[in-house]
């Protein structure tokens, strides 16, 4: 919404500077001419300048949210506030999230924390981390992560059903309620092109292991 309503200011900014010199450029029409410039075109000037610069911050650099469900705890709580980067895969639609060109998906890490639509509900962006990319066999137990045949363990804390895990250079925290009940997921192969994404909360997260893999096009942004 923030988006659509930053497009107006810029819109009517274009129009008012369009105005300005049709009616001051080299032989612009007599009627226009004749025209009264209003007091408030200047406002229209600086004010679509101003949301020139905040869309191109919005689409391009930079966007606020807050997390809206625990589902990544105990990294992420519910209404925190983070910052994303919207194009670090490639420029995207800031109207609707998705991808403006094929994307550049060479920097998406294993452990890294992004935000994806999910093919049954491509109107909402879910925050997940990815934990397997094309090629990878993935498998998930409670005793943790196996990733190509090798085991990433599951290393208790001082807090009561919190883990740490490590992967690939990433290094977090997990949650896994013991009085529900935790899905498995046996050795899979994840295929070119997708993804596996799993939240922290291991016993409160709709991922890959219900929904499946995910496609990388799918993928929009990930955090500062």
Same mark, same amino acid.
């Given at each position: ?18 105005? /300005? #010199? ?38 391009? #650099? ?47 890490? /294993? ?17 997940? /981390? ?28 001082? /807090? ?62 990930? #955090?500062?």
């Amino acid at each position: 919404m923030l988006a659509i309503y930053l497009a107006i200011i810029t819109a009517m900014a274009v129009l008012t500077i369009c105005y /300005r #010199f049709a009616a001051t450029g080299h032989g612009a029409p007599v009627w226009i001419r004749a025209l009264p410039v209003p007091k408030w075109g200047d406002f229209f000037i600086y004010a679509g300048l101003m949301a020139s610069s905040c869309f191109a911050i919005y689409a391009l #650099f930079m966007q606020a949210m807050f997390v809206p469900s625990a589902s990544m705890a105990p990294g992420l709580q519910p209404g925190q506030t983070i910052l994303i980067k919207p194009a670090a895969f490639g420029p995207i639609n800031p109207f609707t999230g998705s991808h403006l060109t094929d994307g550049d998906f060479e920097s998406l890490r /294993r452990g890294e924390v992004v935000l994806a639509k999910f093919a049954y509900n491509a109107d909402v962006l879910y925050i997940k /981390r990815v934990v397997a990319l094309p090629g990878d066999v993935f498998g998930l137990t409670k005793e943790g992560y196996t990733l190509n045949g090798v085991l990433h363990p599951f290393k208790a804390t001082e /807090r009561e059903n919190i883990y740490r895990v490590n992967l690939g250079t990433s290094s977090f925290l997990v949650t896994i309620d013991p009085t529900v009940k935790f899905e498995e997921q046996t050795p899979i192969k994840v295929p070119p092109g997708f993804v596996y994404m799993l939240g922290d909360n291991l016993t409160k997260s709709s991922d890959s292991r219900e929904l499946g893999f995910i496609s990388l096009r799918n993928i929009s942004l990930n #955090f500062i």
